[in-house]
């Protein structure tokens, strides 16, 4: 199947300072990408929508101020926790659907521990 | 929106045996149904997926089942072995592009699978 590769798998910050998560789809062009958090021993909660070239779509209660989504190319999009918290402290994963496949791909993650 | 429930929350069965997780949806436009396998610390990795023109679809051990009527659709592992031990979630989408690749996720259910 196609490899999404995201980076870094684990990141840990000092509160107040931002953070970026970056994903990449290795093997094919996404012009959609997916961005969810995911708390321990909880599901996968969806974030934004991002799509290349224009602003991501955030759901409902999902700061956008504070998690700016870029997706300026085919092959990626970032994530950038603005000004964490210890309350952002999480497992963010991405995923992307390839082409007019319905399956999603989906990142390694990122534990990020704001401290 | 697309409400996903799945059952039970965890599953512990002895080796050599069977295990089902059942999950439900609420948007009858939805038509893709993928099941994820997450190990600790992972993004999640597709094991089988079903679209909503199919009844039932397997691959070696793992088989899922749709019943498109009464909106709920099941996960079958067969011979469980100790390496199937994980959180298994279902989900659900429109699957046809952009936004409607979009999943929405069952609260996962945690497979323990004993020597």
């Known amino acids: 199947g196609a490899v999404v590769s995201q980076h870094p798998s684990r990141v840990i910050c000092k509160s107040g300072t931002s953070v970026k998560i970056e994903c990449r789809s290795l093997?094919?062009?996404?012009?959609?990408m997916f961005w969810y958090r995911q708390f321990p021993k909880q599901s996968l909660m969806l974030m934004a929508t991002?799509?290349?070239?224009?602003?991501?779509?955030?759901e409902q209660g999902v700061e956008k101020d504070k998690f700016l989504i870029n997706h300026a190319s085919l092959t990626l999009s970032t994530l950038t926790v603005t000004s964490a918290h210890p309350e952002d402290s999480s497992f963010y994963i991405c995923?992307?659907?390839?082409?007019?496949?319905?399956?999603?791909?989906f990142g390694q993650g990122t534990r990020l521990t704001v401290v | 929106g697309e409400n996903v429930e799945q059952h039970p929350s965890t599953l512990s069965v002895q080796e050599g045996d069977s295990a089902v997780i059942k999950c439900t949806y609420s948007d009858s436009a939805s038509n893709y149904f993928p099941w994820y396998k997450q190990e600790l610390g992972k993004g999640p990795q597709l094991i089988i997926d079903i679209r909503s023109n199919v009844g039932e679809k397997k691959d070696q051990r793992i088989a899922v089942t749709l019943n498109k009527t009464a909106k709920h659709f099941s996960l079958h592992i067969t011979e469980t072995q100790p390496e199937d031990s994980a959180v298994y979630f279902c989900a659900a989408s429109k699957g046809s592009g952009g936004s409607n690749y979009k999943l929405t996720f069952g609260k996962g259910t945690l497979l323990t699978v004993n020597p």
């Open positions: 093997d094919f062009q996404a012009t959609t």
């Open positions: 991002s799509n290349e070239g224009s602003k991501a779509t955030y």
């Open positions: 995923s992307a659907p390839e082409g007019a496949r319905t399956e999603a791909f």
